[in-house]
C-alpha cells in the first residue's frame, strides 16, 4: 500500500534534548512537508522541501531542522533551542511541487510530550 | 502564505440536519482550495478541492462545497449529518490552513 509513515506515533521528551521524528513516503512524490498542530490554530508550516537536496523554512522554523538527502524520507529534528516542542506533528507529501497547489496526502502523526 | 479564515470553531448539529462549515481566503485570484478531514489522533485526508472546472465541488462522503469567486469563499455542506462525520475539519487554500472547526453531531 502506497503512504506515508510516520514514526514513532508517541515521543517522550525531556527538556534540553534533541529528537528526531521520521517521515517515509512511498508515493514517489516529489514534495513533502512538515507541519505543527496545536488545538485552535491549525496546521503550521515548519520546513518544506521540493526537491532531493533542498528544503525551504515555513512559517515557524526555529528551533527544527530537516534533511532531504533521499526522495522517499524527510526527517524532522526537534532541537532544544525550540522553546515549546510540545504538540503533534504532520509530515505529508505532493506530486506537485508548488507549495499548496496540489493535494497533501499525511502520515498519522507524532505526539511530542516534553516532560 | 493565503490567509484562510474558518468561521465557528465548534459546530454542533442534529443527526439527519444539514452540515454548513464556511471557509474565506484572502486572495482575489483564485487559489487552490480544499477541504480535509482529520479524525482523533490521525493525520488529515481530502474531502474534496477546487479544480476550476465546476464552481460546485462533491466529494467523498456526501459532501460538497461551493466556490464563489464574488464572496471569496468556498464553504463546505453536507445535506443529512450522520454520527460519523464528528471529526475536525480544515480548509486549505494557496498555503495556508484555516484554524479547524470541530463538528460534533447530536443523536
Known amino acids: 500500500d502506497g503512504g506515508i509513515t510516520q514514526s514513532p506515533k508517541y515521543l517522550f521528551r525531556k527538556e534540553g534534548q534533541n529528537v528526531t521524528l521520521s517521515c517515509e513516503q512511498n508515493?514517489?512524490?516529489?514534495?513533502m512537508y512538515w507541519y505543527r498542530q496545536d488545538p485552535g490554530q491549525g496546521l503550521r508550516l515548519i520546513y518544506y522541501s521540493q526537491i532531493v537536496n533542498d528544503f525551504q523554512k515555513g512559517d515557524i522554523a526555529e528551533g527544527y531542522s530537516v534533511s532531504r538527502e533521499k526522495k522517499e524520507s524527510f526527517p524532522l529534528t526537534v532541537t532544544s533551542a525550540q522553546k515549546n516542542p510540545t504538540a503533534f506533528y504532520l509530515c505529508?507529501?505532493?506530486?506537485?511541487?508548488?507549495?499548496?497547489?496540489?493535494?497533501?496526502?499525511f502520515g498519522e502523526g507524532s505526539r511530542l510530550t516534553v516532560l | 502564505a493565503q490567509s484562510v479564515t474558518q468561521l465557528g470553531s465548534h459546530v454542533s448539529v442534529s443527526e439527519g440536519a444539514l452540515v454548513l462549515l464556511r471557509c474565506n481566503y484572502s486572495s482575489s485570484v483564485p487559489p487552490y482550495l480544499f477541504w480535509y478531514v482529520q479524525y482523533p489522533n490521525q493525520g488529515l485526508q481530502l474531502l474534496l478541492k477546487?479544480?476550476?472546472?465546476?464552481?460546485l465541488v462533491k466529494g467523498i462522503n456526501g459532501f460538497e462545497a461551493e466556490f464563489k469567486k464574488s464572496e471569496t469563499s468556498f464553504h463546505l455542506t453536507k445535506p443529512s449529518a450522520h454520527m460519523s462525520d464528528a471529526a475536525e475539519y480544515f480548509c486549505?487554500?494557496?498555503?495556508?490552513f484555516g484554524a479547524g472547526t470541530t463538528v460534533t453531531v447530536r443523536a
Open positions: 508515493l514517489n512524490h516529489d514534495a
Open positions: 505529508a507529501s505532493s506530486s506537485r511541487t508548488g507549495l499548496n497547489t496540489g493535494e497533501l496526502f
Open positions: 486549505a487554500a494557496g498555503g495556508g
Open positions: 477546487y479544480t476550476s472546472a465546476a464552481t
